[in-house]
């Protein structure tokens, strides 16, 4: 659902976003929670990773145990420059 909310944004790029994750999996949270994380690892890739035009993949992956859920997620994109990376964690970065 939450790719699917942001087909419009998704649909002018040559991004395409595999959901990986097991349609049998059963999870009890906030969904407000993870939609806003997903939308906002969506749209930071979408912004940040990619030229525009370029193609594209982001792979979203969900595995589950027995007490807990593990959400992958990770884009082929340019990555972060070698001198951002010790601010990375930086409030307001």
């Keep these: 659902m939450i ?4 087909r419009p944004t998704l649909k ?3 991004i395409l976003v595999e959901n990986l994750c097991d349609k049998d999996i059963v999870c009890y949270t906030n969904p407000g929670a993870i939609y806003q994380i997903l939308s906002n690892l969506l749209m930071n890739s979408v912004i940040h990773a990619y030229d525009e035009g370029q193609n594209g993949v982001i792979h979203i992956f969900c595995e ?3 007490d807990s859920l593990k959400l992958t997620y990770q884009d082929d994109g340019r990555g972060i420059p ?3 990376l010790s601010k990375l964690f930086d409030p307001f970065f």
């Design 3 to 6: 790719i699917t909310s942001l």
């Design 12 to 14: 002018g790029t040559n």
């Design 64 to 66: 589950q145990s027995s």
């Design 82 to 84: 070698p001198e951002n």
